[in-house]
């Protein structure tokens, strides 16, 4: 009888050291394929052809975790991922209805119901996607992200290498590599913005977040950082290399500090307020001016953002023009050829303040900057929410001068790292918490059960 009953100091300390129900490998496989094919929407190729719907390949994790749980049916883990969802789902109720305020209020303002519409629905998809995989593969899920993305983009890699030839393709890619990132044909046209700012992300949770306790992670870690290097100069991203470098050592100096998650706190609540002046600063065309007195080349930025000015107001009480309103307007100026083609307006600050209004705008500074971060701290710890503070940092010096705010991979990789690292985190947790008990205490237990039996 007693050799039958392993006994732990309560219900809890069973469940902590209940074996992880693996995901079945072919549930594994059908998962990467999903992220790889979903990945490879963003080759120009099929990007100019189909748009954004490859990208849609993604809910196919949802088949996966549904297989996952008929091979092994995991509750407490189901609970776990989905707990997740309400969370993030948050920032679509805010973009839902402040947009459907404003078109129910001012009509006029809703051509763009449709495409607007379509973006709510992939930002939906991007929270569905990191909840299904952190629940098929926990604290790894970062790990098959990571590859899968690789896997894709190596593949565009090869894609492209029939147009150009094998010589002049690697040749092409030796130039970029060897003057960091100076190149034409080939590696022009591996510029795959998306998946590129993502390696950024990577990159940020390779060097300073990643375990490297045993020889196997030393190697996946070491593994990421060149990898996620090598694809960012591929995909010529030099600027967001200075920008990765920075919020590296502001991770090292916030580890240096007695208590990291006041200035974590106060970093998101710096940037919230640093928003309201930049918008100040780009209307007044005091930024352009600055950049411009350093010999910083706009790129036609300087025109951009001064054509907005007579479309909205920099005010408390600016409505807003609707999600995806600053698209309309776009294709307007191309129109009436104030602009050649219809450019992003390369300012997701600006773009948000437009379309959502500044109470949009507020909520939406707020849950990310202010919310977020200590939601991360307080429901999981201070590491994770150092981790989501270091990749949203990083975003947002794209979102000063890019429109990566909704771009489909930045925004899978901005919620699955966190959320996949607060995983590890939970279980290291757990482990410390939990100790085996003493033989008298084992005794005891067995003590009372043969009198209760």
């Known amino acids: ?100 305020y404003i078109w129910i209020t001012d009509f006029s303002k809703a051509a763009s119901i449709g495409r607007a519409g379509q973006k709510i629905l992939f930002q939906t998809i991007t929270i569905v996607y990191c909840v299904f995989m952190c629940y098929l593969f926990e604290d790894r899920a ?82 990421g950082v060149i990898l996620s290097v090598f694809f960012m100069l591929v ?33 998101g609540i710096g940037l919230f307020l640093f928003f309201y002046l930049y918008l100040y600063l780009t209307r007044s065309g005091i930024l352009v001016a600055f950049l411009e007195s350093l010999g910083i080349d ?16 920099l005010s408390p009480f600016w409505k807003g023009l609707g999600f995806e309103g600053v698209t309309d307007l776009v294709n307007m100026w191309c129109r009436e050829g104030l602009i050649n083609r219809a450019y992003p307006l390369h300012n997701d600050i600006l773009k948000i303040f437009i379309e959502l209004g500044a109470m949009g705008f507020t909520l939406w500074a707020g849950i990310n900057y202010i919310l977020y971060p200590a939601y991360w701290m307080t429901r999981h710890d201070t590491e994770t929410g150092m981790l989501y503070m270091a990749v949203l940092a990083y975003m947002t010096v794209t979102y000063l001068t890019d429109n990566t705010a909704f771009y489909f991979w930045s925004c899978i990789g901005l919620r699955l790292i966190p959320m996949s690292y607060s995983y590890r985190i939970r279980q290291t947790r757990d482990q410390k918490q939990w100790k085996a008990p003493t033989p008298e205490e084992s005794a005891n237990e067995i003590r009372l059960i043969e009198m209760g039996e």
Request: charged share 20%; glycine share 6%; net charge positive.
């Open 142 to 223: 970062i790990n098959y992200l990571f590859f899968s993305m690789c896997a894709a983009n190596t593949a565009i890699i090869l894609l492209e290498m029939p147009k150009y030839g094998i010589q002049e393709s690697i040749s092409s890619l030796v130039t970029c590599l060897v003057t960091f990132g100076d190149a034409e044909g080939f590696v022009r046209a591996l510029e795959i913005h998306d998946i590129t700012f993502l390696f950024g992300q990577f990159f940020i949770y390779y060097l300073m977040f990643a375990p490297k306790d045993t020889k196997s992670e030393k190697r996946i870690r070491r593994c």
């Open 235 to 267: 995909g010529l991203k030099r600027s967001i290399l200075p920008a990765v470098f920075l919020v590296c050592a502001y991770v090292k100096l916030l580890r240096t500090g007695k208590k990291p998650e006041r200035f974590i706190l106060a970093t």
């Open 1 to 100: 009888m007693m050799s039958n009953k392993l006994l732990l100091n309560g219900a809890d300390s069973g469940k902590l050291q209940r074996t992880r129900k693996e995901c079945p490998v072919f549930v594994a496989f059908l998962a990467v394929a999903c992220t790889v094919l979903a990945g490879l929407g963003d080759w120009k190729v099929l990007n100019n052809a189909l748009g954004a719907l490859p990208k849609a390949i993604a809910v196919g994790v949802i088949v996966c975790a549904f297989l996952s749980f008929l091979v092994a049916a995991d509750f407490a883990k189901l609970r776990k991922a989905a707990g997740f969802f309400p969370v993030f789902l948050l920032m679509i109720a805010v973009y839902s209805l402040i947009s459907l």
């Open 298 to 313: 706009m790129m036609g930025r300087d025109v951009l953002w001064k054509l907005p000015n007579d479309y909205y107001e």
